[in-house]
């Protein structure tokens, strides 16, 4: 995630600065923030029904692949992507595949 928004920041968003939190929550999630100041992408690309493996929402399936979500704001000039993720991705993937696999053998 931090390295696909890097590049997009660098690429498209002409941004002077750009900031980068990393939070370990109590729930058992970490969430990573990054704002800038640069030009947002176009409404299309922020809108949950952008296609899917493009920009914005290809980060979504992917987080959502591993039980995460990605959450995005445009406000004051500031463009934000946070993304959370379960404490321990390994698991939720093991189990997500383990549920799979269970429902294609009932």
């Known amino acids: 995630m931090a390295r696909e928004a890097?590049?997009?920041i660098l690429r498209h968003a002409r941004a002077t600065t750009a900031d980068y939190q990393l939070a370990c929550g109590t729930q058992g999630t970490w969430t990573l923030t990054i704002s800038n100041d640069g030009t947002p992408p176009?409404?299309?690309e922020t809108s949950p029904t952008f296609g899917p493996g493009t920009g914005l929402e290809g980060l979504r399936e992917?987080?959502?692949a591993v039980g995460g979500n990605l959450s995005v704001e445009h406000a004051d000039n500031t463009f934000t992507v946070s993304a959370v993720v379960p404490d321990d991705m390994t698991h939720q993937q093991h189990?997500?595949?383990a549920q799979r696999?269970?429902?294609?053998?009932?």
Request: aromatic share 0%.
């Open 6 to 8: 890097t590049t997009n």
């Open 62 to 64: 992917r987080l959502h």
């Open 101 to 106: 696999q269970e429902s294609s053998a009932s």
């Open 95 to 97: 189990s997500n595949s």
């Open 42 to 44: 176009p409404s299309h």
